[in-house]
């Protein structure tokens, strides 16, 4: 993809989002309770293919699938809320100024994503699962910490986007539930379309003034990112709070073991196969990333 | 748990996630971010760990990296405050 390419794509998405627009208020139904339904495909959750999965019956599933989908929501809301910050820091700031047309509809949509997931979270669970991710601010030139910016938002919305994309279409999912992963995934599809490009300018650039050992040290640290993105979907919390276990202790090896377990190397190895295509595609990974 | 099997079970995991460094030559004022003895994308685990030693959790959102930067800081900062 040229840099050239990248300004017809912008008025596209452009006029898409522009098309597509959908008030916050579309999402109007919200039943009072989702008592016995499922809220995450069972194949999705983080016990599937375990025995803690065969061990648990229709009502303790259901109920975890709950709990899941409250960490999915609330890891939404982790991964936007920065993303939310980082977009308006670059409103203006850019050299490429088509770019920042289209930051402003990325940005209201994310907006109204937080305010789909967080009221969900809230009206149901009653609480927002806090962000576990940790990062320090590091001593990082204005290139790289665009560059990583946009490949981090690029690697959690690829996965997310597996995750929404088959929730939409799961009809065994409470309408609710079904509804905010269609809505998200519809969004997403043009967030990962000039995502997917705009990484890839981006660490066109700034690659061409590294070191090889510097632009293996990226790779190594991305890879090891895409792990860290993952470990966020088995949450000890919510084992504890749909009744799984009880104790930090306790919730936390289940969390371990659950995250080792094949059938779930298995499934983090397929959702990510689209994020680690593309990456390797645009030449920012260079090979498979560790799913353990 | 007394500190020293805290800090015991910390030094295995350590040197354990670093590779390259053994349990005896983390000292309890090794800096541990800033000799890159363990990364920030380590600290999801890490955390994790605290949490299961100390049967608390940790709300990470107000954390600094002073609190992970030494095993003394990690336990000053975790397991004392959290007794007291």
């Keep these: 993809m040229s840099e050239k390419n990248i300004v017809n794509l912008v008025d596209t998405l452009c006029r898409a989002s522009s098309n597509k627009y959908v008030d916050f208020g579309a999402i109007n139904v919200w039943p009072e309770t989702l008592e016995g339904q499922w809220c995450m495909s069972p194949e999705l959750l983080s016990v599937w293919g375990t025995e803690t999965y065969e061990r648990l019956n229709l009502e303790e599933r259901k109920r975890l699938s709950f709990y899941e989908a409250v960490n999915f929501f609330c890891l939404n809301i982790h991964g936007e809320k920065p993303l939310v910050k980082g977009l308006v820091e670059r409103l203006y700031t850019y050299d490429d100024e088509d770019v920042s047309k289209y930051l402003h509809y990325f940005l209201d949509e994310e907006n109204k994503h937080l305010a789909y997931f967080g009221t969900f979270c809230r009206k149901y669970a009653g609480k927002i699962y806090d962000d576990k991710k940790i990062e320090f601010p590091q001593d990082r030139d204005t290139l790289e910490t665009d560059f990583l910016f946009f490949v981090k938002v690029q690697i959690f919305e690829e996965i997310v986007d597996v995750y929404n994309t088959r929730m939409a279409a799961d009809e065994r999912l409470a309408p609710i539930a079904r509804a905010i992963n269609k809505a998200h995934h519809i969004d997403e599809t043009r967030h990962l379309a000039f995502g997917r490009r705009y990484s890839e300018i981006l660490f066109s650039r700034w690659s061409a003034g590294v070191s090889s050992e510097r632009k293996q040290a990226m790779r190594d640290y991305l890879a090891k990112y895409l792990l860290v993105t993952w470990k966020e979907y088995y949450r000890s919390e919510v084992y504890e709070d749909a009744g799984l276990v009880s104790g930090v202790g306790p919730a936390t090896d289940l969390a371990n073991e659950l995250f080792l377990a094949e059938s779930q190397i298995s499934l983090r190895r397929e959702v990510s196969e689209n994020c680690v295509r593309n990456l390797m595609l645009a030449g920012i990974l260079d090979r498979q990333p560790e799913m353990e | ?84």
Aim: net charge negative.
């Design chain 2, 1 to 84: 748990m007394v500190e020293h099997e805290v800090k015991e079970q910390l030094r295995e995991w350590i040197a354990t996630t670093n590779g390259s460094i053994q349990p005896h030559e983390i000292s309890d004022d090794l800096a541990l971010l800033t000799k890159n003895i363990i990364s920030s994308l380590q600290l999801m685990e890490l955390v994790q760990l605290i949490e299961k030693l100390s049967g608390n959790r940790v709300s990470v959102e107000r954390l600094k990296p002073e609190n992970f930067n030494t095993l003394a800081m990690i336990y000053q900062s975790f397991f004392v405050q959290q007794a007291s």
